[in-house]
């Protein structure tokens, strides 16, 4: 099945910017779907399509997709910004949606 | 606001068949284009998509479980049930009822709060 590569974690200090990958092989072809889980909630869909924000999602975080890896980028990160980040697309072999592994945004 | 609630046994043994409701609002699987599913995640780890059921009926389970899922609806009742057979203590884990956007290509846009489910004897 197809593979997504997420690295473990990702340190930023408030105010900049954090940049959170995906790669997956060919990945530009696929749509990539991002979220955001703190500790012990649910997961919250922050993009779709690559790039679309659902209503309520600040504009801080946006999303783009290209070659080999897509990207989540967050502007501005703030402290409630410290989570879970997990990116997900549709595989087109299996007919199944996947999961990268995930990678843990600390706000330094 | 699309709502999603599971609920079921938090603990089961080895070997028994898991049983959980979903039970949702603002949302009908009577609606062309409605579906529901089920994600699971084990502690620490990332979620694993289980199972979703649609409008028309139409089921589609994950292929590392396909042989112990079973997904059903009660469209009068706004509610999905997924039955897990012969689980064992590696099933342990949360397990997320979620609105599926799509019928390929999909995401989920609105989460259960989660159902945490220990295998244990």
Redesign the interface.
Known sequence: ?YVLTQAPSVSVAPGKTARITCGGNNIET??V?W?QQKPGQ????VI??DSDR?SGIPDRFSGSNSGNTATLTISRVEAGDEADY?C?V?D?V?????????TKLTVL | QITLKESGPTLVKPTQTLTLTCTFADLSLSTSGVGVGWIRQPPGK????LAAIYWDDDK?Y??SLKSRLTITKDTSKNQVVLTMTNMDPVDTATY?CVHV?GV??????Y????TLVTVSS
Do not use: C, M
């Not at chain 2, 390929?104 to 846009?109: G, K, W």
């Not at chain 2, 989460?111 to 989660?114: D, S, T, Y």
């Open positions: 099945s696929k749509n779907h979220y649910a997961p919250v869909l779709y399509y659902p997990y997900q549709w087109s299996s007919d199944d949606p996947v999961f990268g592994g995930g | 990332a979620p694993e998509w589609r994950g292929p997320y956007r390929r290509r999909i995401y989920f846009d989460w259960g709060q989660g």
